[in-house]
């Protein structure tokens, strides 16, 4: 048996499910939409990852420190608990015979084109004990709190593990 389609009834069909219709063109759309070419492709599980620099880290706070009014030249000093860290996925497995099982577990890798790298389940970020700031404005209480704020926000330290001194 053939199904015979009129005009009519093709027109009818479109216009019941023209949204539904419009909403997958939208969506095929942007599927095929170019994502540029600038960008940086996202590292792939497992890709190199990039090194926590602690002197890096500080050198950046201090210039961020540094433009606060009446702070002037910031110098900070930050103390480490735990540096940052990736914890690789791993395959468990457990066998077990008459009275003792044994667990074994295996690292996930991928193949990449250069070799094989482990997939990272977790990345931790680094753990700060404590930080200095060193600024000629550091006798005044507006910029003392204001500098202690903004090193509390940025490492997640408590106002009591921040010491804001004066220097010259």
């Known amino acids: 048996m053939k199904v015979q389609w009129k005009p009519e009834q093709l027109w009818k069909l479109l216009d019941k499910y023209k949204y539904v219709l419009l909403v ?6 942007l599927l095929l939409w170019p994502s540029g070419e600038g960008e940086k492709p996202a590292p792939a599980a497992g890709g190199e ?8 880290l500080e050198e950046k706070l201090s210039r961020t ?4 009014e009446g702070a002037g030249e910031v110098t900070v000093v930050l103390t480490v608990r735990s540096g940052a860290e990736q914890v690789p ?17 295996k690292t996930v890798v991928v193949n990449t084109g250069s070799g094989q790298q482990a997939v990272v ?9 404590g930080a200095v700031v060193v600024c000629p404005g550091g006798d005044r209480a507006e910029v ?16 009591d593990k921040i010491t804001v001194c004066k220097g010259g």
């Open 89 to 105: 996925l791993t395959d468990r497995s457990t066998s077990t015979r008459e009275r003792d099982s044994q667990v074994e577990e």
């Open 144 to 159: 003392r709190l204001l500098l202690t704020q903004a090193v509390s926000s940025l490492t997640g330290l408590g106002s």
């Open 121 to 129: 389940r977790l990345e931790r970020a680094p753990v700060f004990q």
């Open 49 to 56: 990852p990039e090194a926590f620099d602690l002197a890096a």
């Open 24 to 29: 997958l063109a939208a969506g095929l759309a």
């Open 65 to 68: 420190l540094s433009q606060v």
